[in-house]
């Protein structure tokens, strides 16, 4: 990978190809505390209703990409941009309230409280309450298990079950761009074809999609849009069902034979 001079530029989705984007990061320089930088450069765009995928090795700065663009690490240099504003520099509660919900990595569901409690925390900062029902109407509808195990302790649910309960939390805001890092983290292969359904589903019920994994081939396959990253930068990126049947990439993150294409 590192010997290719320059990434292939960026496709956009099929659904939507002249869109503006919704989320842009531009040459982002990021990088912790006096450590060497992680993210050298690295640019990436997310279109409306897409899902792209960040994939590479570990240790490439796929979840730091997240943490710029949630506000959790400002960045050296370069830029964020949420639906054609400049939010570079500013605080998480800000760039929440500019459209981007970021669903960190691990389990973040509060077991002891119900799922409702757990849901509802995701609009603490909406005061109009009919707002918030037309949220709960939509989520609940959106991920019906969710309003099937309202009352129960979320502790009870599966891991699967509570990244549902995660993903209905994040859009309590209505935002525009949800960043999911690592969703299928922990999860067997049944539960993991749930979340990545449900990926889809946000998407098709308006929202756009930033997701991080290291399950990059089921991640691509749900996903409109790859970003392979390599030495902090995107270095390939186009079309998921493209980056699924390259060779490359297939030999070095995919586990072997590119998938055949009909
Ligand atoms: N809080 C932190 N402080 C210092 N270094 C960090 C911190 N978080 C991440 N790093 C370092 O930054 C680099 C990129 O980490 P990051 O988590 O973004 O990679 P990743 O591609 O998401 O990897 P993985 O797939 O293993 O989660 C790694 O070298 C990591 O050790």
């Given at each position: 990978m590192a010997s290719e001079p320059e990434?292939?530029?960026?496709?956009?989705?099929?659904?939507?190809?002249a869109a503006?984007?919704?989320?842009?990061?531009?040459?982002?320089?990021?990088?912790y505390g006096r450590a060497a930088l992680v993210l050298r450069g690295l640019s990436v765009t997310v279109a409306p209703s897409?899902?792209?995928?960040?994939?590479?090795?570990?240790?490439?700065?796929?979840s730091t990409v997240l943490k710029v663009a949630s506000g959790m690490l400002k960045p050296r240099s370069g830029q964020v941009v949420v639906d054609g504003v400049d939010v570079t520099g500013r605080t998480p509660q800000q760039l929440l309230a500019s459209g981007l919900?970021?669903?960190?990595?691990?389990?973040?569901?509060?077991?002891?409280?119900?799922?409702a409690e757990n849901v509802l925390l995701g609009a603490y900062s909406v005061r109009d309450r009919s707002l918030v029902a037309e949220r709960t109407e939509f989520v609940t509808?959106?991920?019906?298990?969710?309003?099937?195990?309202?009352?129960?302790?979320?502790?009870?649910?599966?891991?699967?079950?509570q990244k549902q309960v995660e993903f209905a939390r994040?859009?309590?805001?209505?935002?525009?761009?949800?960043?999911?890092?690592?969703?299928?983290?922990?999860?067997?292969?049944?539960?993991?074809?749930?979340?990545?359904?449900?990926?889809?589903?946000?998407?098709?019920?308006?929202?756009?999609?930033?997701?991080?994994?290291?399950n990059a081939r089921r991640a691509l396959e749900a996903a409109d849009v790859g970003c392979v990253l390599d030495l902090g930068r995107v270095h390939?990126?186009?079309?998921?069902?493209?980056?699924?049947?390259?060779?490359?990439l297939a030999q070095l993150y995919l586990g072997g034979r590119p998938k055949e294409v009909p």
């Open positions: 990434p292939v530029p960026a496709a956009a989705p099929a659904s939507s190809p503006e984007p919704l989320l842009r990061l531009t040459d982002v320089q990021a990088g897409s899902v792209v995928c960040l994939v590479g090795p570990n240790g490439a700065g796929k919900s970021h669903v960190p990595q691990g389990h973040s569901v509060f077991p002891e409280m119900t799922v509808s959106l991920f019906p298990l969710v309003g099937e195990r309202w009352g129960a302790l979320a502790g009870a649910l599966s891991g699967g079950q994040s859009l309590m805001v209505r935002p525009k761009v949800v960043l999911l890092d690592e969703p299928s983290m922990g999860l067997d292969p049944k539960a993991t074809a749930i979340v990545f359904e449900q990926v889809q589903r946000m998407r098709d019920a308006g929202t756009a999609v930033l997701l991080v994994e290291q390939i990126t186009g079309p998921a069902p493209d980056l699924l049947a390259d060779p490359r």
